[in-house]
């Protein structure tokens, strides 16, 4: 039998309401009633690691003065990292077979080309390193660029790993053989994005809350992040999504996500099997 110091107390009602509302008016994130146990769990788990025994003490810490780095862990213990390398093969084809061609013919014309992409929500990095190889394979002379894949998320636990870059094994799976030996090393601890990949991202914790000030870029993805966030944040995210975005730029969003009813500023784009968001130009 497994004997905690504290045993897990229940949660109230009240108790439930106040955490609930907390992390939605934070991250955005919007934790239906079936996800009381999970916000309770994840809760208990910060509690005994804060030495606090009530859900009510736990919550004035974390409102509290002294309260900013545990809201952090707190928020960053409920948010879900999954993710994987060249996740959604569809998309990843219309990027490199539609869009980017596109977007690098024009730009080439100029002196010294830029390019930006932003992978916002990137959790432990998968994304943008897939987004750096694929520019890296789509653009030869990329010595002659300026590239820049920021990549931010939510999660500090999710970004010092992908910060780290390197992966098990089987997170590998997605990747094909050229590409895995071109762009990793194996080492015992498993396969590390190579310093030629790493140098294209820049890696930020950011809250899609609030707007980072960054512009001017040419794709965006932001994938599986809004199905965590109700109609109203879901529509205040893509505004700001909107305002980073170059005339004509690209958003790409998870295969169940859906600019639908929440902005029609977008032409929707399908090749093949992949879908994309062009945003319109005025
Ligand atoms: C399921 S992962 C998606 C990862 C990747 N985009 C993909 O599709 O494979 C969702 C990520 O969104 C992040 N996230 C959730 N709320 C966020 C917020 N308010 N600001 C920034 N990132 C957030 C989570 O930390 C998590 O890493």
Known sequence: MLITAFPQPNISEDEYHLLRDLVYAESGIWLKDEKKNFLMNRAARRMRETNISSY??????LTGPDGKKELLDFLDALTINETSFFRNRPQMDVLSRKVLPEIIKRKRKG????????SAGCSTGQEPYTLAIILRESIPDIRNWQIKVLASDLSMTALEAAGRGVYAPEKMEGID??????YFCRDKSGYR???????LVVFDHHNLMHDNGERDFDVIFCRNVLIYFDGQTQKNVIGRLRKALVPGGYLFLGHSETLQGIDDSFTFIHHDKGTAYRKNCD
Do not use: F, S
């Open 56 to 61: 009510y003490r736990y919550y004035k810490l």
């Open 111 to 118: 002196e010294r080309p830029a390019l930006k992409m932003w």
């Open 177 to 182: 053989e050229r590409l895995l030996g071109m």
């Open 193 to 199: 994005v190579t310093d030629e990949i790493k140098r």
